[in-house]
């Protein structure tokens, strides 16, 4: 890892320094930079934190928007939990799988696109639903869901 990302990685830390929770927001910011979070990253930063690496870790696979492999620059996770796959959640998926020639857990090769399955995103009252990065869209169908991908394939 080059000098100043580094720096960088230092700069977020001393900035979430006073936070009730200063990982999470560390671990976000980072994640916002480089996209996942790298090992040697999650490393550096457990060391810099003066936190176990194994807590540092932890936190990063257990909640679904931290990714620790490499994503596509957009990251697609379709709720697959009750209220969602009630009303429709596996056809989007399917919808997704077709027009993106992606499985789950596949990165389209050009590195745009990258498919996920999630949980609950708290936005029920709109299933099915999924998120494109940090954008929620609900009220999915098959057209929708080329309309959106249209956007962001320009
Ligand atoms: S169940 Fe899909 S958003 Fe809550």
């Known amino acids: 890892?080059?000098?100043?990302l580094?720096?960088?990685?230092?700069?977020?830390?001393e900035k979430y320094r006073e936070e009730e929770?200063?990982?999470?927001?560390?671990?976000?910011?980072?994640?916002?930079?480089?996209h996942y979070l790298p090992r040697n990253v999650?490393?550096?930063?457990?060391?810099?934190?003066?936190?176990?690496?194994?807590?540092?870790?932890?936190?990063?696979?257990?909640y679904s928007f931290f990714e620790t492999n490499p994503v596509g620059e957009y990251v697609i996770r379709v709720c697959k939990s009750t209220p969602?796959?009630?009303?429709?959640?596996?056809n989007v998926l399917q919808a997704l799988k077709r027009e993106l020639g992606l499985k789950e857990g596949e990165t389209s090769k050009d590195g745009k696109?990258?498919?996920?399955?999630?949980?609950?995103?708290?936005v029920c009252g709109v299933a099915p639903a999924m998120m494109i990065?940090?954008?929620?869209?609900?009220?999915?169908?098959d057209e929708r869901v080329r309309e959106i991908l249209a956007l962001y394939r320009r």
């Open 42 to 62: 999650l490393g550096y930063i457990a060391k810099k934190m003066n936190v176990p690496s194994s807590t540092v870790y932890g936190v990063a696979t257990f």
């Open 84 to 90: 969602c796959h009630v009303q429709g959640a596996f």
């Open 21 to 34: 929770t200063p990982l999470l927001c560390v671990l976000q910011e980072v994640q916002e930079k480089f």
């Open 1 to 4: 890892m080059e000098e100043s």
């Open 133 to 141: 990065n940090d954008v929620t869209y609900g009220n999915l169908n």
């Open 113 to 122: 696109f990258t498919l996920e399955v999630t949980s609950c995103l708290g």
């Open 6 to 13: 580094y720096r960088e990685i230092e700069e977020i830390i």
